[in-house]
Nanobody, 125 residues
Framework: QLQLVESGGGLVQPGGSLRLSCVAS????????IGWFRQAPGREDTEGVS?????????TYEESVNGRFTISKTNDMKTVYLQMNNLKPGDTALYYC?????????????????WGQGTQVTVSS
């Protein structure tokens, strides 16, 4: 069982930045594809935001965040970051990291087995 913990959320003004972190309790993430998802207020569905391959080499982004968000894995493969710049009110959501042992990146929540509890990001002036 892989337990994921997110941190780094908060309240930020439009145009500001936040860095979200995702760690697995006592385990390495080197064998897992990691995705970041978000659930906006009032919505039941989750949106795939970004994904990074097990090796950390390949990354994907949802169109609305491309160029503003950057996903990365630390060299020790224990932490995955989501650097979020130029934040907009539309980025307000509960952000989750998720892990899968599949071989490819996916923005489909159904492809992921393990989920964290989420961290809230609020973008407001």
């Amino acid at each position: 069982q892989l337990q994921l913990v997110e941190s780094g959320g908060g309240l930020v003004q439009p145009g500001g930045s936040l860095r979200l972190s995702c760690v697995a309790s006592g385990k390495s993430l080197k064998h897992y594809v990691i995705g970041w998802f978000r659930q906006a207020p009032g919505r039941e569905d989750t949106e795939g935001v970004s994904c990074i391959s097990a090796s950390g080499v390949d990354t994907t982004y949802e169109e609305s965040v491309n160029g503003r968000f950057t996903i990365s894995k630390t060299n020790d493969m224990k932490t995955v970051y989501l650097q979020m710049n130029n934040l907009k009110p539309g980025d307000t959501a509960l952000y989750y990291c998720a892990a899968t042992d599949q071989y490819f990146c996916s923005h489909n929540a159904r492809d992921y087995r393990f989920w964290g509890q989420g961290t809230q990001v609020t973008v407001s002036s």
